[in-house]
């Protein structure tokens, strides 16, 4: 079944408030994903947090998913962030053995067709209710741009080859921030 997850930047911090630091983080959702054998279904990279609507493979749960997914994905955004942008991560580095990611995070199981689209929904409009965007599809580190435009699978998810090319684009294409 799937799961909704949302994970949070240790400490509340903006990781994400910068372009390339977001583009590196679709790049990673969607290549831990493959790599891990998940189907990916949605997401959205939010200045401190994101959300997936993702379904790990048969042998593995949320917490192993959610375990190699964090290790990867702060190996992938930390690099590119500066010295002051680390610097929020001083108070609570070494605390806790975390340096990225909040130890916890959240996660539902999705059991049923209409409890998926309500989590999709959820994660489309997160940009909007924020205040980033005015339609969910303007905002181009969510997959709703991907979802609308039929790249979304029931069986396979969301085309890996899709969310990479739709981060090249979006320039070429329209769409804001």
């Known amino acids: 079944m799937p799961l909704f997850i949302t994970t949070t930047v240790l400490d509340f911090v ?24 998940a189907t990916l279904y949605g997401y959205v990279v939010m200045p401190h947090h994101v959300h997936l609507l993702i379904r790990p493979r048969a042998k593995m749960n949320g ?9 990867e994905t702060a190996q992938a955004v ?8 680390l610097k929020g991560f001083d108070q609570q580095r070494g605390l806790n053995g975390n340096t990225f990611w909040q130890y916890s995070f959240r996660s539902v199981v999705v059991s049923d067709e209409e409890i ?18 005015k339609s969910p599809d303007e905002y181009r580190w969510s997959s709703a ?11 396979h998810g969301l085309d890996y080859s899709a969310v990479v090319r739709s981060l090249g684009t979006w320039a070429v294409d329209g769409g804001s921030e």
């Open 78 to 85: 930390s690099s590119l962030l500066s010295e002051v942008e």
């Open 145 to 155: 741009r991907l979802v609308l435009n039929g790249h979304l699978s029931s069986e």
């Open 63 to 71: 917490p192993q998913f959610m375990k190699v997914f964090k290790t």
């Open 116 to 133: 998926f689209w309500q989590k999709m929904n959820y994660i489309h409009q997160n940009p909007v209710e924020a205040e980033y965007v």
């Open 14 to 37: 903006h990781a994400f408030h910068r372009h390339e630091p977001r583009d590196a983080m679709v790049l990673a959702i969607a290549r831990e994903s493959r790599l891990m054998g």
